[in-house]
């Protein structure tokens, strides 16, 4: 991932001097295992233990002439060791895929505890911001038209509810891909012992795998992008939100607006929503990933490289992204401004066409067929969309013309914009629970 869209914080565990330290941490656990067990002198691992790192810019010198990258790190590495005779025990009875597949579970796994708490915080901003607007009137529309009467908070805390179980989605995937593997060539322990695969898994907080033909079935590293694109999508939807609210037609939302921010390079009266239309473009990055990751579970026989080169790109991308979008979420809804004028005229701009569906039901018990009350309303609805006549007007008109007597005290009453809304207090008591 570029720069631009790199956090700190996740930027340095995708790092390749950080990946390197995490290989220096998988061969010195096993070091640890094999002197344990008497397989390597035990005098070996504390000069091991005591070597830094190699700098990334070594290793790809060195790999300029191997052409793999795993020798150029064991050759850079005990260029590091002292004495250097120590590091002939390093990566004894492993095969590649056994340092980089336990390695890359810690770095996936340390990536989802800082994407995890992220999601935290936002799911907190979307349940604080929906609660906040539990009564804030606006319209609900579908389709893009106005429905029925509705609260904002309603709409807040659907996101809010979708990104908790986002959230507790891409928890259980922390499991699924903090799977490692130290079994040797095709997975067999033919040159180390299963025992040293226990040790250094417990050591790292991971899980060995069931079974390992040399590399980890890439159905768990799959299952957690697939986690992060419905993240990331369902951040798409609460910015496609935003975005819609702040057309100039509709007004009802603001993204935060700070001093000296420039809307437009040729119109100075610009305030476009750029935060939610960059996180909309960021989520299609996101589930760009799902398929070339997935791509990676069948490999030829016990094991090829082919999954390789595409996670060096997808892995990173995925998670540096999505941890960019929740921040930039986050910063969206905790500065969103709500016009709850706005929202209320615009409840009220079709003159009362938001009410049909209530007066349906309070002419269908004055005994009409349904047939007959649907042609009836639908007529004095489509005589306000022509004129703008206000509804009630056109209904009384078009009512008084069918001989149908209209209980004029009792539309008030079901044509309150607080009566759509009275039943959503169960919603609201579950949200406040969220957390």
């Known amino acids: 991932m570029i720069e631009r869209y790199t956090l700190p914080e996740i930027g340095r565990v995708f790092s390749d001097a ?49 052409q793999h990258d795993v020798i150029a790190f064991l050759t850079a590495w005990a260029d590091n ?3 250097r005779d120590a ?11 056994d340092l980089l597949d336990t390695a890359l579970a810690a770095q996936l796994v340390e990536a989802t505890d800082i994407l995890l708490a992220k999601a935290d915080t936002l799911v907190a901003a979307l349940r604080d911001h929906a609660l906040a607007h539990k009564d804030t009137l606006r319209v609900g529309r579908t389709h893009g038209i106005h429905g029925e009467p509705d609260v904002w908070g309603h709409r807040v805390a659907d996101f809010a509810f979708g990104m908790a179980r986002s959230r507790d989605r891409l928890r259980r ?124 579970i069948p490999l030829w026989h016990e094991r090829d490289i082919s999954h390789s080169s595409t996670e060096r790109i997808a892995l990173p991308d995925a998670a540096i992204a999505t941890d960019y979008l929740l921040n930039l979420t986050t910063k969206l809804v905790s500065g969103l401004v709500v016009d709850t004028d706005r929202m209320r005229a615009n409840l009220d701009s079709t003159n009362g066409l938001i009410y049909s569906s209530t007066v349906v039901s309070e002419l269908l018990e004055t005994g009409m067929s349904r047939e007959d009350v649907y042609a009836l309303v639908q007529t004095a609805a489509m005589r306000t969309w022509e004129t703008g006549t206000a509804f009630r007007e056109t209904l009384r008109a078009e009512a008084s013309a069918r001989g149908v007597t209209l209980d004029e005290a009792r539309l008030d009453e079901v044509c309150r914009p607080e009566r759509f809304v009275q039943r959503l207090g169960g919603v609201f008591e579950r949200l406040a629970k969220v957390s």
């Not at 390093?90 to 895929?97: A, D, Q, R």
């Not at 095709?186 to 250094?200: F, H, L, M, R």
């Open 173 to 296: 995937a922390r499991e699924a891909v903090g799977v490692m593997a130290i079994s040797g060539p095709v997975g067999t322990y033919s040159n180390i012992d299963p025992k040293v695969e226990a040790y250094v898994a417990e050591k790292l907080g991971l899980r060995p795998a069931d079974v390992s033909t040399q590399v980890v079935l890439r159905d768990g590293i799959s299952e957690w992008v697939s986690c992060l694109a419905i993240m990331a999508t369902v951040c798409e939807a609460i910015a496609l939100e935003v975005r819609h609210g702040q057309r100039t037609e509709v007004r009802e939302l603001w993204e935060p607006f700070g001093k000296g921010q420039k809307g437009s390079s040729a119109m100075p009266h610009k305030k476009n929503p750029i935060m939610s239309e960059r996180i909309c473009g960021m989520a299609r990055n996101v589930r760009a990933q799902i398929v070339p990751v997935m791509e990676g």
């Open 18 to 66: 950080h990946k390197y330290e995490l290989w220096c941490q998988v061969e010195t656990l096993v070091m640890e295992a094999h002197a344990a067990a008497g397989t390597i002198p035990a005098d070996a691992v504390e000069p091991v233990r005591k070597a830094p790192p190699p700098t990334p810019e070594r290793v790809a010198e060195i790999e300029a002439v191997t």
């Open 87 to 97: 590091a002939a025990w390093v990566h004894f009875g492993m095969t590649s895929s």
């Open 81 to 83: 060791t002292e004495p």
